[in-house]
């Protein structure tokens, strides 16, 4: 069927499937639609029906509470349209995304199931064709019997990937965590949309790094580190990383931080913050190339990076308090300006 949308920037129409996302069939078609977590949580893209039918795929959709649906409002990431129909998207739309892929449809198999700590877990994803993305990156996974797709960042890095290697953090009354936590999930198929995410690095950009992270947040900017590395970006430019747990039991790459900054460690330096305990000196003494401190992350930050934001870009990930409370910072002491804060609302 056919899809308009009227926008800011003049009227587009697309060709949607029955039973695709309005959302994913615009992306997928090159058009620049608005959206942050893809998955119905954050409410970015919002639209109005001028036109047609539209069904709702996911009643409890949280990102609901941002739309008016007595004015026809819909997210255009939960719904679906039985025939033609017009929308209303109250933002600048363009055809085409420059340089970055544009999203696709793939089938997935799981492997490489690794439990991190008590309540992560890391698999990879075996894709039925190459997948290219930008370090930063998710994707949205959907396993039959679960309702609502969820997005996921990359934690690896690759021009042309055949495997997607992800970390998933168990989220209390989580459906699709519970669904991977309590069932032997390796062999299992999986769908896979992507990629998506702004939140992206580009070593051609010549900026200093920042990565601040929480929880399995840390996903995306493992990515960032990893294409850093491999370009040699941290040879002439600097990245300052931050990792926040509460204790040492849910710390995990702690092996692959430790090689990042072998690497380049004049340039590279990486900040474990624990905000529920201590720092026991056997840490330190085990893991030496990594710095260890006590406090919330965005606080640990604030006052390891005072006076270092210099031609920087800064990337925030992670459960919703600790990117605002990241944001605030970055936004009131640090002074930078919102070009060069880069996120992702999952949560």
Request: overall charge negative; aromatic content about 10%.
């Amino acid at each position: 069927m056919k899809i308009k949308v009227q926008t800011k920037s003049g009227e587009f129409e697309y060709n949607c499937e029955p039973g695709e996302l309005l959302l994913y069939a615009g992306l997928r078609h090159g058009l620049t639609l608005p959206y942050e977590c893809a998955t119905g949580t954050c409410g970015t893209c919002r639209a109005r029906v001028k036109d047609g039918e539209i069904n709702l795929e996911w009643a409890d959709a949280p990102g609901l509470s941002y739309v008016n649906q007595e004015k026809n409002e819909l997210l255009m990431c939960r719904s679906t349209a039985p025939g033609d129909c017009t929308l209303r998207v109250p933002a600048e739309v363009s055809e085409g995304m420059g340089t970055k892929t544009v999203p696709g449809y793939r089938k997935g198999e799981i492997k490489n199931v690794r439990e991190l700590t008590h309540d992560v877990v890391s698999f990879d994803v075996d894709i039925d064709s190459p997948m290219s993305f930008d370090a930063g990156q998710f994707a949205v996974l959907d396993a039959v019997g679960v309702t609502g797709g969820r997005a996921y960042s990359m934690v690896n890095y690759a021009t042309s990937a055949d495997t997607l290697n992800f970390v998933v953090k168990r989220k209390p009354e989580g459906k699709f965590s519970d669904w991977l936590f309590d069932n032997n999930i390796a062999g299992h198929k999986i769908n896979v949309f992507g990629p998506l995410g702004k939140a992206t690095f580009h070593p051609e950009e010549k900026k200093n790094i920042l990565c601040m992270a929480g929880g399995s947040g840390i996903a995306g900017m493992m990515s960032i580190i990893a294409r850093g590395c491999d370009d040699s970006h941290f040879a002439d430019h600097k990245g300052h990383v931050f990792f926040g747990v509460r204790t040492a039991q849910d710390i995990f790459y702690l092996e692959e931080f430790s090689s990042f900054v072998e690497a380049y460690p004049k340039t590279l330096e990486v900040t474990i913050a624990l905000s529920d305990e201590d720092v026991t000196p056997e840490l330190k003494n085990r893991f030496p190339m990594i710095k260890f401190q006590t406090g919330f992350v965005h606080t640990v930050t604030s006052e390891q990076m005072a006076g270092k934001y210099e031609n920087i870009l800064a990337y925030v990930a992670g459960p919703p308090p600790m990117v605002d409370g990241a944001l605030r910072m970055l936004v009131l002491e640090a002074r930078l300006p919102g070009t060069d804060i880069r996120y992702d609302k999952f949560g």
